[in-house]
């Protein structure tokens, strides 16, 4: 059995309903699958250019494909899971006095996410600053406009913030090029950034890229990206959306290959119907077995 996940974004124009009306017309078995290229090439056209959809396609097919050469997911790619990286863990920022605790609950994590693009984003990080002096990474969720994301930047310096994703909205590339110009910060894109063909254009504009399987669509794509953004000297995150374990392991077998990892998805839920990908002090810790690695926990967290 090959398991794969779609995790839709109204963002990208992507429903639920969209993916299990697509799923109706869909083939659940090919019995000629030479290699996990040729199985994902057959399955693609039915996603409807969904991007969720198709990866949830790639995650399966690469699954049973692995699972039948009695190979770990990770070594398809070539890499080695003893290198996987620390993954930051979201914070989400209700009222500032919620902060403290949040950051309490949050103590076995190294690195904290931090979202912003609210009206009292320097009284966020300022309480997140009197609670610890974890790094953080700022996510601005395209909130920001020019002249706000260069006074943020700047005061941010000297904060310990590793970087700022995605501060200007997707269609405003020649600002978000000035902002990088000067920025003390390193620059992150997510919304601008879904797929290899979409680094070039960008690279001017950022200092590093978020790949997100339910952007790219693809494990393929998302080991394009990974070597495109290298060839454009760009740092690498990899991302998710609010997945479970199936989705998040799928990733994080890519995670030895980039410079930050945000899987935390699937900490972020509290119905997770499967175990994979673990997260030890910060660290993310590859499944034993083959293919994803993933088993089925609780039952009654599917439908």
């Given at each position: 059995?090959?398991?794969?996940?779609?995790?839709?974004?109204s963002r990208y124009?992507?429903?639920?309903?969209?993916?299990?009306?697509?799923l109706?017309?869909?083939?659940?078995?090919?019995?000629?699958?030479?290699?996990?290229e040729s199985?994902?090439?057959?399955?693609?056209?039915?996603?409807?250019?969904?991007?969720?959809?198709e990866?949830?396609f790639?995650?399966?097919?690469?699954?049973?494909?692995?699972q039948?050469?009695?190979l770990?997911l990770y070594s398809y790619?070539?890499?080695e899971?003893?290198?996987?990286?620390?993954?930051?863990?979201?914070?989400?920022?209700g009222?500032?006095?919620?902060?403290p605790?949040?950051?309490?609950?949050?103590?076995?994590y190294?690195?904290?996410?931090?979202?912003?693009?609210?009206?009292n984003?320097?009284e966020?990080?300022?309480?997140?600053?009197?609670?610890?002096?974890?790094p953080?990474?700022?996510?601005?969720?395209?909130a920001?406009?020019?002249?706000?994301?260069?006074e943020?930047?700047?005061w941010?310096?000297?904060?310990?913030?590793?970087?700022?994703e995605?501060?200007?909205?997707?269609?405003?590339?020649?600002?978000?090029?000035i902002l990088?110009?000067?920025?003390?910060?390193?620059?992150?894109?997510d919304?601008?950034?879904?797929?290899?063909?979409?680094?070039?254009?960008?690279?001017?504009?950022?200092?590093?890229?978020n790949?997100?399987?339910?952007?790219?669509g693809?494990?393929?794509?998302?080991?394009r990206?990974?070597?495109?953004?290298?060839?454009h000297?760009?740092?690498?995150m990899?991302?998710?959306?609010?997945?479970s374990?199936?989705?998040?392991?799928a990733?994080?077998?890519?995670?030895?290959?980039?410079?930050f990892?945000?899987?935390?998805?699937?900490l972020?839920?509290?119905?997770?119907?499967?175990?994979g990908?673990?997260?030890?002090?910060?660290q993310?810790?590859?499944?034993?077995?083959?293919?994803?690695?993933?088993?089925?926990?609780?039952?009654?967290?599917l439908?």
């Amino acid at each position: 059995v090959g398991r794969g996940e779609a995790a839709p974004s109204s963002r990208y124009n992507e429903t639920i309903e969209l993916v299990l009306r697509r799923l109706e017309n869909c083939p659940t078995y090919f019995d000629d699958i030479s290699n996990p290229e040729s199985g994902v090439e057959k399955l693609v056209p039915f996603a409807g250019g969904m991007k969720s959809l198709e990866a949830a396609f790639s995650m399966a097919v690469f699954d049973v494909w692995t699972q039948k050469q009695k190979l770990p997911l990770y070594s398809y790619f070539g890499v080695e899971a003893a290198v996987a990286p620390v993954t930051s863990f979201t914070i989400a920022i209700g009222e500032l006095d919620s902060i403290p605790e949040k950051i309490k609950e949050a103590e076995p994590y190294a690195i904290l996410k931090i979202k912003l693009g609210t009206k009292n984003d320097k009284e966020i990080i300022d309480t997140v600053r009197d609670c610890t002096e974890k790094p953080v990474r700022v996510d601005a969720n395209e909130a920001w406009d020019l002249q706000t994301a260069m006074e943020m930047c700047e005061w941010l310096s000297g904060k310990n913030i590793e970087f700022v994703e995605q501060p200007l909205p997707a269609d405003q590339l020649d600002k978000t090029a000035i902002l990088r110009s000067s920025s003390p910060i390193p620059i992150f894109a997510d919304e601008n950034c879904m797929t290899s063909q979409d680094i070039p254009t960008i690279a001017h504009a950022f200092h590093g890229i978020n790949i997100k399987l339910m952007k790219c669509g693809c494990l393929l794509e998302a080991k394009r990206m990974i070597e495109t953004a290298r060839k454009h000297d760009l740092q690498i995150m990899l991302g998710c959306m609010v997945e479970s374990s199936v989705g998040i392991t799928a990733a994080a077998h890519l995670s030895p290959l980039v410079d930050f990892a945000d899987l935390d998805g699937n900490l972020l839920i509290d119905n997770d119907p499967y175990t994979g990908v673990s997260v030890i002090n910060g660290q993310i810790v590859l499944p034993k077995g083959n293919g994803l690695g993933v088993e089925v926990k609780n039952v009654s967290g599917l439908k």
